[in-house]
């Protein structure tokens, strides 16, 4: 099973960005799927996350500008960045809870650069 992550880029703030992440290989079911991410020396951090019917947590810091969807006809995760800030620069990460006992698998990081 792999996660690939995919949609990363600069953008001046205020501008919009699409992530996706697709999961791939002998997969059964995804339960939560989420995106995470990590800024030059901080901790990784909860952005998003939705479980498989579809319910949605966020961040404080993104609520109201991010949305999180998934397509599990795709095994696929989305995140809309909306009114992009500076400090949401930061590697972002996607994972899932993937088979019929969970297992949590982390993509590889995509790179968000927010600056003008």
């Known amino acids: 099973v792999q996660l690939q992550a995919f949609g990363g880029g600069l953008v001046q703030p205020g501008g919009s960005l699409r992530l996706s992440c697709a999961a791939s290989?002998?997969?059964?079911?995804?339960?939560?799927m989420g995106w995470y991410r990590q800024a030059p020396g901080k901790q990784r951090e909860m952005v998003a996350h939705i479980t498989s019917r579809g319910s949605t947590n966020y961040a404080d810091s993104v609520k109201g500008r991010f949305t999180i969807s998934r397509d599990n006809a795709k095994n696929t995760v989305y995140l809309q960045m909306n009114s992009l800030k500076p400090e949401d620069t930061a590697v972002y990460y996607c994972n899932a809870y993937i088979g019929t006992r969970p297992r949590l698998y982390w993509g590889q990081g995509t790179q968000v650069t927010v600056s003008s």
């Open positions: 290989g002998s997969i059964f079911s995804i339960d939560v």
